[in-house]
């Protein structure tokens, strides 16, 4: 699972259709389609039922626990991303250590 996946299903959800999620976010429907099966994959649940013409986004019960939880989720994988960089976040101190380098003498002389 992946940002993008959560942030894309949070899109749909909130504009409530998969086509509008897709306008906004310059993409083809069937690519929300592809990563909301995706990601329902990875979950090993449904988070939205399936029907012929269904124009709005309906969703199942744990789609709407997991968009409950879609927030905390992504807050958790950006601060993930983050360690991964090596950012500091706020509070965060420094390592301790001293960190002890070596040049030639004429490094940075023009």
Known sequence: MNK???EIFMLMVREGSI???SQRLGIVPSLITTTVCALENELGFNLITRGRNIRKVT???KGHAFYRLAPELLRLL???ADIRAG???PGESSPPGK???SARENTGRF
């Open 19 to 21: 086509h509008i999620a």
């Open 78 to 80: 950006n601060a993930i």
């Open 99 to 101: 960190i002890i380098s």
């Open 87 to 89: 950012i500091k976040r």
């Open 59 to 61: 969703l199942t019960e």
């Open 4 to 6: 993008s996946q959560v």
